[in-house]
C-alpha cells in the first residue's frame, strides 16, 4: 500500500540549514515532490525528483533520494523567515498522477 | 492567467444540506481532482477525473460526488452535508507529469 510519513514539526534559526524528511512504502513511485503550503493558501510546487535520481539541486533547494530506504530529504540552506510554513512530501504512483501526500511538516523559522 | 480557480473559498453548512463546491482551470489540464485536508492527515484524494466526461473515486469518496462535464471544469457535490465533512478542500489540476497546480482552497464548516 502507499502510505507517506513526515516528522510533524521543526524548528530552525534563520540562517541555518533546515532538513525535512519523509518516507515512502511504495517502491513503484516514480515521481516525488515537495509542495510549501503557507498559512491560508493552496499548495505551491517547489521542486520534484525522478525516481532514478539520487540528488536535485535547485537554488537554495537539494532534494535526497534514498530509493533502498525509501527515504526522501528536502535542505533548504540559509533558511529565511519566510520560509515558514508546512512542507508537504508527496509520491505518484498507478496511473492518473495521483498524489499521496505525507501528514506535512511545520517549519518554525526563528530570529 | 487565473491557474485553478476554486469557488467558494468560505461556506457555512447545516447538517442535511446540500452544495456544490467549483473548480475551473485555464491551463488545458487533461486531469483535476479534489482533495481534503484536515489537521494532522496531510491531503487526502477525493475523486479525479483524467478527461472530460470521467471521473472516478479517490481515497475518501463517500458522501460526494463530482462531474465533469466540461474539461475546464470539475465540480464536487456534498448531497447531505455532515459535521464529518467539515474541512478544507483543494482543487488541482495536471498534466500527465502529475505537477499538480493548487487552488486556494474551500473552508467548510458543516454545523
Known amino acids: 500500500g502507499e502510505d507517506v510519513e513526515q516528522s510533524l514539526f521543526l524548528s530552525v534559526r534563520e540562517g541555518d540549514s533546515s532538513v525535512i524528511n519523509c518516507t515512502y512504502t511504495?517502491?513503484?513511485?516514480?515521481?516525488l515532490y515537495w509542495y510549501k503550503q503557507e498559512p491560508g493558501a493552496g499548495l505551491q510546487l517547489l521542486t520534484y525528483i525522478f525516481s532514478n535520481m539520487d540528488m536535485k539541486q535547485d537554488q537554495r533547494l537539494t532534494v535526497l533520494l534514498n530509493k533502498k530506504d525509501k527515504h526522501l530529504s528536502l535542505r533548504i540552506a540559509d533558511t529565511q523567515t519566510g520560509d515558514s510554513a508546512i512542507y508537504f512530501c508527496?509520491?505518484?504512483?498507478?496511473?492518473?498522477?495521483?498524489?499521496?501526500f505525507g501528514t506535512g511538516t511545520r517549519l518554525q523559522v526563528t530570529l | 492567467n487565473a491557474g485553478v480557480t476554486q469557488t467558494p473559498k468560505f461556506r457555512v453548512l447545516k447538517t442535511g444540506q446540500s452544495m456544490t463546491l467549483l473548480c475551473a482551470q485555464d491551463m488545458n489540464h487533461e486531469y483535476m481532482y479534489w482533495y481534503r485536508q484536515d489537521p494532522g492527515m496531510g491531503l487526502r484524494l477525493i475523486h479525479y477525473?483524467?478527461?472530460?466526461?470521467?471521473?472516478a473515486k479517490g481515497e475518501v469518496p463517500d458522501g460526494y460526488n463530482v462531474s465533469r462535464l466540461k474539461k475546464q471544469n470539475f465540480l464536487l457535490g456534498l448531497e447531505s452535508a455532515a459535521p464529518s465533512q467539515t474541512s478544507v478542500y483543494f482543487c488541482a489540476s495536471s498534466y500527465r507529469t502529475g505537477l499538480n497546480t493548487f487552488g486556494s482552497g474551500t473552508r467548510l464548516t458543516v454545523v
Open positions: 477525473s483524467v478527461g472530460e466526461g470521467t471521473t
Open positions: 508527496a509520491e505518484r504512483t498507478g496511473t492518473a498522477s495521483k498524489l499521496t
Open positions: 511504495d517502491s513503484s513511485s516514480t515521481y
